[in-house]
């Protein structure tokens, strides 16, 4: 069963970019992942679909700030031009054998 | 555009069962293209998936709660539901019913606003 690796914190400034990383374990590089945004007290809410050579489809409403990218086992959130809002828990979720799996999140603060 | 909405008490008793509803609306449960899910948060923690079910009633569990949970679906109402038996204050949390869409990937793409459940005397 693949495990998801996050770090546990990021921050950035205002306007800024910030690129957050969620790793997959050994022998799962080429799996499919999915980013969520959970802002504070609210529920989780999807992102995109983000697979090994890079490629994503957001969901719907998604800003354009937003966008995904691949290096090996690494997958990438990138947050453009960051707004206040953008302040929030970050997950990835992949799946394997009919279980799915959650890392552990990033708490992103913007400055 | 999909809604899902849980219900079912917010306060539950140690050693008895937790129950909760998911409502779903702008969609069909019997859509063949998605399992439904639960996944749960305890507070100030992240998210841990609880398991998920297809409309013909195939189910699969987390196999660390396996045991103690239940998840059937009713496709008459639009509804599928969740038991997790024998809960002790671990079980706190807030529960999320939610959509996993079946294509090249299997990955939650609707979430319920999510519904707090204290497990307590």
């Known amino acids: 069963q693949p495990v998801l690796t996050q770090s546990s914190s990021a921050s950035a400034s205002l306007g800024s970019s910030v690129k957050l990383t969620c790793t997959l374990s050994?022998?799962?590089?080429?799996?499919?992942i999915a980013w969520h945004q959970q802002q504070p007290g609210k529920a989780p809410r999807y992102l995109m679909k983000?697979?090994?050579?890079?490629?994503?489809n957001k969901g719907s409403g998604v800003p354009d700030r937003f966008s995904g990218s691949s290096s090996g086992a690494d997958r990438y959130l990138t947050i453009s031009n960051l707004q206040s809002e953008d302040e929030a828990d970050y997950y990835c979720?992949?799946?394997?054998?009919?279980?799915?799996?959650f890392g552990g999140g990033t708490k992103l603060t913007v400055l | 555009q999909v809604q899902l909405q849980e219900s079912g008490p917010g306060l539950v008793k140690p050693s008895q069962t937790l129950s909760l509803t998911c409502t779903v609306s702008g969609g069909s449960i019997s859509s063949g293209d998605y399992y439904w899910s639960w996944i749960r948060q305890p507070p100030g923690k992240g998210l841990e998936w609880i398991g998920y079910?297809?409309?013909?009633?195939?189910?699969y569990y987390n196999p660390s709660l396996k045991s103690r949970v239940t998840i059937s679906v009713d496709t008459s109402k639009n509804q599928f539901s969740l038991k997790l038996s024998s809960v002790t204050a671990a079980d706190t949390a807030v529960y999320y019913c939610a959509r996993v869409e079946v294509d090249t990937a299997m990955v939650t793409d609707y979430w319920g606003q999510g519904t707090l459940v204290t497990v307590s005397s």
């Open positions: 983000l697979e090994g050579s890079g490629s994503y």
């Open positions: 050994s022998g799962h590089s080429s799996y499919i």
């Open positions: 979720e992949t799946w394997d054998s009919n279980t799915q799996v």
């Open positions: 079910i297809y409309y013909s009633g195939s189910t």
